[in-house]
């Protein structure tokens, strides 16, 4: 069975530091990762995904996430935080074997505050 | 462009009552899936759908039901309702074959039960 792990459930960064949000899963197969941001009362919204190639994938306003096999890792990374970045973030996982490869597993999300 | 349409957004059952959210995408996607969002439990998946006429339980399917007749819509019962199923619920669509695309979500649908 496929799973994903947010070990933090709130993450506090100062207006302008980098920031990152981590993320590790569990799969059979291979991983196929994202990371989608939910605002307020909003639904969720995607910002990049992982496949297959580059470990570093760049995606909407200015995130990046890097892949590491070994560790079983897939943290989003912003070299400068902007106060609007507060929100929710959510990693999830797909798995490219088994009966569980239609469904999008979700982490329990991390809550993201940039201190101004 | 609407993208994923869910309908109603907020909705005050009581406890025993049935009804039924609707979400419509315009997209083409084959895929589409209901999640319930939680507190601290991220999203789960209810149940989801590979095709037009197709459905499968996903981690927490119990006491719903789905129903695919058209491609576009997606279909979430609740026969009975109980304050358990107070959530927040999301609909969401992929493109297939490639199981390698992105998810798009609906706004949510803001269920109490009374």
């Known amino acids: 069975a496929q799973s994903v792990a947010q070990p933090e459930d709130q993450v506090n960064v100062a207006e302008g530091n980098p920031l990152t949000v981590k993320c590790t899963y569990s799969?059979?197969?291979?991983?196929?990762l994202f990371w989608y941001v939910q605002y307020p009362n909003r639904g969720l919204q995607f910002l990049l995904k992982y496949i297959t190639g580059d470990n570093l994938v760049k995606g909407s306003y200015g995130f990046e996430a890097e892949f590491n096999k070994s560790q079983t890792s897939f943290h989003l990374k912003k070299p400068s935080a902007l106060v609007s970045d507060s929100a929710l973030y959510f990693c999830a996982v797909r798995d490219d074997s088994g009966a569980g490869s239609y469904q999008l597993t979700f982490g329990k999300g991390t809550k993201l505050s940039v201190i101004p | 462009n609407a993208g994923v349409t869910q309908t109603p957004k907020f909705r005050v059952l009581k406890t025993g009552q049935s009804m039924t959210l609707l979400c419509a995408q315009d997209?083409?996607?084959?895929?589409m899936y209901w999640y319930r969002q939680d507190p601290g439990m991220g999203l789960r998946l209810i149940h989801y759908s590979v095709g037009e006429g197709t459905t499968a339980k996903g981690e927490v399917p119990d006491g719903y039901n789905v129903s695919r007749l058209k491609k576009q819509n997606f279909l979430l019962g609740l026969e009975s309702a109980a304050p358990s199923q107070t959530s927040v619920y999301f609909c969401a669509s992929s493109y297939s074959p490639s199981l390698n695309t992105e998810a798009f979500f609906g706004q949510g649908t803001r269920l109490t039960v009374v």
């Open positions: 997209m083409n996607h084959e895929y």
């Open positions: 799969v059979s197969g291979n991983p196929y």
